[in-house]
């Protein structure tokens, strides 16, 4: 089945600092990579979709110029949180399309493991 | 109102039991259905998914969609401790994004 990894798993920093976060797929290509943000308790919520060689689009309310997405390669998505806060820390998730995957109409959503953000 | 509503539980249940997990939403635009599992502190894995109203079986698990009433639903027979995990329901459109629900945080007890 389709792989999606996210590195770092665990990432703790200090208040003003940036944080790059990774997501590969590791036996397809992705033409879309989604970026989701999960809060204790509650739902993922989309921060943006990323598409290869081109601008990501974020949805409203999230800060394109806090978090920086940049998409590379159809196997690499980055996602970095600049100059991140306490109130930043969350589980980030990724996740990619497999277009060979095509499932009820829609590429197929593979998520990755996450990373969890904490910052002091 | 929210575009997808589910029951955040927790709900448990004992070793065995049919489990009914269920999901609402408000947008007749929505064409397909996904349903997620995620254990704690991982990402969510595909669990199955449906685009047209009736059921979908795979083994243990069954996916029922209503879209008339809109209304989606997620039957798990005969539950093991494994299955102990939060159930996301996530509708979704033409533009390939999946809006998800809350979670319903399941428990089977051994």
């Known amino acids: 089945g389709a792989v999606v990894s996210q590195h770092p798993s665990r990432v703790i920093c200090k208040s003003g600092t940036s944080v790059k976060i990774e997501c590969r797929s590791l036996?397809?290509?992705?033409?879309?990579m989604f970026w989701y943000r999960q809060f204790p308790k509650q739902s993922l919520m989309l921060m943006a979709t990323?598409?290869?060689?081109?601008?990501?689009?974020?949805e409203q309310g999230v800060e394109k110029d806090k978090f920086l997405i940049n998409h590379a390669s159809l196997t690499l998505s980055t996602l970095t949180v600049t100059s991140a806060h306490p109130e930043d820390s969350s589980f980030y998730i990724c996740?990619?399309?497999?277009?060979?995957?095509?499932?009820?109409?829609?590429?197929?959503?593979?998520f990755g493991p996450g990373t969890r953000l904490t910052v002091l | 109102q929210k575009e997808v509503e589910q029951d955040p539980g927790p709900l448990s249940v004992p070793e065995g039991a049919i489990v009914s997990l269920n999901c609402t939403y408000s947008?007749?635009?929505?064409?397909?259905f996904m349903w997620y599992r995620q254990y704690s502190r991982k990402g969510p894995e595909l669990l199955m998914y449906t685009y047209s109203s009736g059921n979908k079986e795979d083994g243990r698990f069954t996916a029922q969609v209503d879209k008339s009433s809109k209304y989606i639903s997620l039957f798990i027979r005969d539950s093991q401790p494994s299955d102990s995990a939060t159930y996301l329901c996530a509708p979704g459109g033409a533009t390939n994004k999946l809006i998800f629900g809350t979670g319903t945080l399941l428990a089977v007890q051994p």
């Open positions: 990323s598409n290869e060689g081109s601008k990501a689009t974020y």
């Open positions: 036996d397809f290509q992705a033409t879309t």
């Open positions: 947008n007749s635009a929505f064409q397909y």
């Open positions: 996740s990619a399309t497999d277009p060979s995957g095509r499932a009820a109409g829609t590429d197929t959503q593979y």
